[in-house]
């Protein structure tokens, strides 16, 4: 079995419950990464991109270790959509977001740092949302504040309630982490969970 130490290339509190799930100890490092989307780049592409750099941004901290990078970017009618960051940029984007269906791409990377293995992949998941009205989209951010989650939405929480429908390749990826794509990639490096 592999001993080397994991690294989560992440200060989020949601992908750190979502990899204590699996029950291995790990660190977390921030990244440091400038999220920025490129000109010309895909939704798909610029998570796949970023999670990739926040692999490789903490790699020289731990030479000898797994590290683990994702990152999420949703799409609403070809454009990207990221972090609100703020209660009016949420309004906007759940405005924009209601009654419309919504492409959340959560890109992973696991980089050995020890001998440079990079594997990446995307998983995607679509989400349909419901016809909000304005006070429930206000009342819903005032209860959960989701201003650092990418769409204003946070499906573990209270955010199931603005969801309609989801379809996709893992619940968890909407979240933050795909941890499907993870345990397989773990493995790959003789990682066992058993």
Known sequence: MNSQPLVLASTSPYRCELLSRLRIPFE???PDVDETPLLGESARE???RLSHE???AVASRFPNALIIGSDQVALLDGQQIGKPGNHDNAVRQLQAMRGKTVVFYTALTLLNA???EIQT???ENRVSFRQLSDEEIESYLHLEQPYNCAGSAKSEGLGIALIQRMEGD???ALVGLPLILLIS???NQG????
């Open 28 to 30: 977390t490092a921030a």
């Open 46 to 48: 610029t998570s796949r």
């Open 121 to 123: 992949e995307v998983a």
């Open 54 to 56: 926040k692999a490789l």
């Open 191 to 194: 990682v066992s969970l058993f």
């Open 185 to 187: 990639m773990l493995k």
């Open 170 to 172: 893992d619940p968890n």
């Open 114 to 116: 020890r001998n440079g």
